[in-house]
């Protein structure tokens, strides 16, 4: 069966640091969202994608973050300038249609990011 | 706005009684409601998905939840729990009017099944 996979499945990085995160969605899936988990809180819609170009973002991602689908394959989260509070594990998701209410998301296993 | 509210963080089964997992939800449309469950090291799995059709949804291995909206509930069960079931769970709410799908979580609920 298809899945969404993601790497690094860890990565740790210096404050201030760049980091990218990875994300192969469903082969045939058109919409992609990231979500993070801050240790103990809620899974939290950061962004969703489609037709390369954002189309939806929390209140989270700020200028820091950044999305791209730089292939037919990878769909990247980009944190520009990494802080503290940024230790979360990252989730990618990805719909086969147009990210209609109600429609499953398939998920990757997660990225957990340690910032020190 | 959309929220939900899972009311046990932990709860533990002995392998083989009934399993109830929790979730209210607060919405100011008719919501679309999940449960997605989480294995060590592996991602989120949907296990059942309710959008106004019928209010008892089945999903994967066993699992059923029963969308009652004058309680605004919408808790998953299992008859009997397995050791395999051992795992976290999310109640999951869809996203404002409006929106491109995005969900709202719960904090969820690490399920324990004792042999």
């Known amino acids: 069966e298809p899945e969404v996979t993601q790497t690094p499945s860890h990565q740790v990085t210096q404050m201030g640091q760049e980091v990218i995160l990875r994300c192969v969605p469903i082969s045939n899936h058109l919409y992609f969202y990231w979500y993070r988990q801050i240790l103990g809180q809620k899974v939290e819609f950061l962004v969703s994608f489609y037709n390369n170009e954002i189309s939806e973002k929390s209140e989270i991602f700020d200028d820091q973050f950044s999305v791209e689908r730089p292939d037919g394959s990878n769909f990247t989260l980009k944190i520009r300038s990494t802080k503290l509070e940024d230790s979360a594990m990252y989730f990618c998701?990805?719909?086969?249609?147009?990210?209609?209410?109600?429609?499953?998301?398939?998920f990757g296993p997660g990225t957990r990011l340690l910032v020190l | 706005a959309q929220s939900v509210t899972q009311l046990d963080s932990h709860v533990s089964v002995s392998e083989g009684t009934p399993v109830l997992l929790r979730c209210n939800y607060s919405s100011s449309y008719s919501p679309s409601l999940f449960w997605y469950v989480q294995h060590p090291n592996k991602g989120l799995q949907l296990l059942l998905k309710y959008t106004s059709a019928a209010t008892l949804v089945k999903g994967i291995n066993g699992f059923e939840a029963e969308f009652k909206k004058s309680e605004t509930s919408f808790h998953l069960t299992k008859p009997s729990a397995h050791m395999s079931d051992a795992a976290e769970y999310f109640c999951v709410v869809s996203g404002p009017r409006g929106s491109q799908g995005n969900l709202i979580f719960g904090k969820g609920t690490k399920l324990s099944v004792k042999p």
């Open positions: 998701a990805s719909t086969p249609y147009g990210g209609r209410v109600g429609e499953t998301q398939y």
